[in-house]
């Protein structure tokens, strides 16, 4: 882990010292900037060491009418490509031979103007829901539930958030980390008073990037929140005999449908018509700093994605598998956070909610790795079993909870 622990060093420390990067606002709700259509190059700031290209893209027809894409390319390194109009949700990732992301039967950029998040019973989320990855949260997530007056719609509403703020910056130092920044607002009269910088950071012609988000409570009441990274994958990761490893200490299964599948929760079907979802609440071990290393690879181990997370900021997992027909959504969710997925209400009974005091802040840092061969996916899966160690795996049959 100590080569990933310094390139998060070198990406933190550009976040936090913007004066030697160079800054471009795209977009700016309080100051009425709006570039739309945007592009940089290594070539337009005079680097030679690296070459990549950052560009922001106004899509049009369709249900993405008005929806930013930004993409991020680099020469012998990744393509990702994220939407400041979804909530700085990722899209995909891309390197030679390797796809983070999956097939939705959702095919466009959906701006949020045209969900309804409240509609199919509080699970209009569903009618965007394409990315690799996608925030859900803050104010809460997990499965819709009407309580306290007002409907909890699916996941929250970070994901079907346009941004009001746009920035990009590029350090002027090698390895000139590349980092978009994007103002996630979530506000209500009477209710939350949240505020996010979502971040990705990525240095050019690296296998790896680090999403780092600081959620800000900016009101002058104590609120709860809950975020849940819901990170998605499909083929070509996915496949049969595909496998999730971790550092485990304890897994349940999350309903009874669940339970069938709890002999071999750790490994993957094929599309499977007819097979509903199963997802698996698990509690991760982690080094002494509260570091961790979850994977997934394919049938033969010759390509994975790994996850690093904190257990002190994002405490659970749940690992959703749903390997219905490649049509319907072939896909499996690994989702680091500060809750599981039952209603809030239930989260709420369970202690599962945390809170933030008025004028207080938490942070969130990931880093996702593209493993493209043999060698980097038993680096990865050695790292994680050096954080086990011969520490047990409790594997509970009964669910914790039931909606």
């Known amino acids: 882990m100590k080569s990933k622990l310094i390139l998060i060093a070198v990406i933190l420390g550009v976040i936090s010292n913007s004066a030697y990067a160079k800054k471009f606002i795209l977009t700016d709700s309080e100051n009425g900037i709006a570039r739309g259509d945007w592009s940089l190059s290594s070539h337009d700031l005079g680097i030679d060491d690296v070459q990549f290209k950052i560009e922001n893209r106004l899509l049009t027809g369709g249900k993405q009418e008005g929806s930013e894409v930004v993409t991020i390319s680099s020469n012998d390194g990744l393509t990702i490509k994220l939407s400041p109009t979804r909530g700085m949700g990722i899209l995909s990732v891309k390197s030679e031979g390797i796809r983070l992301g999956w097939d939705s039967p959702v095919d466009e950029v959906v701006n949020p103007k045209y969900i309804n998040l409240e509609s199919r019973g509080g699970s209009g989320w569903l009618d965007g829901f394409n990315e690799m990855m996608v925030r859900c949260g803050f104010e809460w997530t997990g499965h819709p539930v009407t309580a306290d007056g007002m409907i909890y719609t699916l996941h929250g509403r970070a994901g079907n958030t346009p941004v009001s703020k746009l920035v990009v910056e590029v350090a002027d130092n090698s390895p000139y980390t590349i980092t978009i920044k994007g103002l996630i607002k979530e506000k209500a009269f009477k209710k939350g008073n949240l505020e996010t910088w979502a971040t990705l950071s990525y240095v050019p ?146 202690s599962r909610i945390p809170q933030l005091a008025a004028g207080q802040s938490s942070e969130f840092l990931l880093t996702y790795t593209v493993l493209d061969s043999v060698k980097a996916v038993s680096q990865y899966e050695e790292q994680i079993k050096a954080i086990q160690g011969d520490q047990p795996t409790d594997l509970f049959e009964q669910p914790m909870a039931t909606e």
């Open 205 to 350: 012609e690296s296998k790896q990037f680090t999403v780092h988000d600081k959620l800000t409570n900016k009101g002058d009441y104590p609120r709860d929140y809950q975020i849940i990274y819901h990170s998605n994958f499909g083929t070509p990761i996915l496949e049969e005999g595909s496998q999730f490893v971790a550092p485990v200490k304890a897994v349940s299964p999350f309903n009874d449908y669940a339970k069938q599948g709890l002999e071999s929760w750790q490994t993957y079907l094929g599309p499977t018509k007819g097979f509903d979802e199963m997802v698996f609440n698990i509690y991760p071990y982690a080094n002494a700093e509260g570091e961790t290393e979850v994977m997934l690879k394919n049938r033969d181990g010759s390509k994975g994605v790994g996850i690093a997370f904190n257990i002190n900021q994002l405490p659970v997992l749940s690992l959703w598998k749903n390997t219905d027909t490649l049509k319907q959504g072939y896909v499996t969710g690994i989702e680091p956070g500060t809750n599981f997925a039952y209603p809030v209400t239930i989260e709420r009974e369970h």
